[in-house]
């Protein structure tokens, strides 16, 4: 037994939170600062206290739980449809050499294209409700899923592939017991980058041609001048992207391998 045996360990903050910590409380008193400062126009930087009273009462009304919904209603289906469709061009990009050299460049070329050109074809093909919204949202996250998918097959370990064809594992056998195991983390980050893209595609759909979803109370708040509001929606936007994001690296297993 050693002579510090039975004697608590001090427990110290990490410095990656005390860091994080730190620019989050710099960011806000700066924030609180240029406020409370008048070098900008009148609640352009609204008060930490009124943007406070906002989030409490935009939590507070029931009627946004009903614009929480839709937008969630829209993103969901958008990154199901965008990601099985990326899940399978990926792999089948990742598997041939020839479909890769004859379709891959384009999936990088129409991928950092902005999908908001692409909105009024939506509304023709879609109409203004929400099968346009998650239209957007589908083409939005289609790409980096795609891409990362087909980076991902390429890394599969060849003896992996042989011992499925030794086995003589089918199509399907060969999908789910070869490829998305080999290639969970090239899969995960994609739906990571996907989830944020889909969030935008639909969000800015939404502000543009819409009477419903966070984006129409985004886009409402800001004709109105009602700046807290504003920013009480982009909180809770981003407190729910953080949550979502976290899911689903914790799901995929890659927040463990960052702290191993």
Not at 84 to 103: F, I, P, Q, T
Not at 131 to 159: T, Y
Not at 217 to 236: D, E, G, H, R, T
């Amino acid at each position: 037994m050693t002579a510090t045996a039975g004697v608590p360990r001090r427990r110290f903050v990490r410095p990656v939170t005390a860091l994080r910590v730190g620019i989050i409380v710099a960011v806000l008193a700066t924030w609180e600062l240029v406020a409370a400062s008048g070098l900008l126009y009148r609640d352009v930087v609204p008060s930490l206290a009124a943007i406070a009273v906002a989030l409490y009462k935009t939590l507070s009304d029931p009627t946004f739980y009903f614009h929480l919904a839709t937008t969630g209603y829209e993103i969901g289906f958008a990154l199901v449809i965008g990601g099985v469709s990326g899940l399978a061009v990926g792999m089948v990009l990742g598997a041939s050499k020839l479909m890769a050299r004859a379709y891959e460049a384009y999936l990088y070329y129409l991928g950092p294209t902005p999908k908001i050109i692409f909105f009024p074809v939506m509304i023709m093909w879609f109409g203004v409700g929400a099968g346009s919204k998650i239209a957007m949202g589908a083409v939005s996250c289609f790409f980096p899923i795609a891409l990362n998918v087909a980076a991902g097959m390429r890394e599969i370990d060849p003896v992996l592939i042989r011992v499925g064809n030794s086995f003589r594992a089918n199509a399907w056998q060969m999908v789910t017991k070869i490829y998305l195991p080999a290639m969970r983390y090239p899969v995960i980050n994609g739906l990571r980058i996907g989830l944020g893209v889909a969030l935008i595609g639909t969000l800015l759909a939404e502000t543009k041609l819409s009477n419903r979803g966070i984006g129409f109370l985004v886009i409402q708040a800001y004709s109105l001048f009602n700046m807290p509001q504003m920013y009480s929606l982009l909180i809770v936007l981003f407190v729910i992207s953080i949550g979502a994001n976290a899911l689903i690296g914790r799901l995929g297993g890659l927040d463990d391998i960052k702290r191993s």
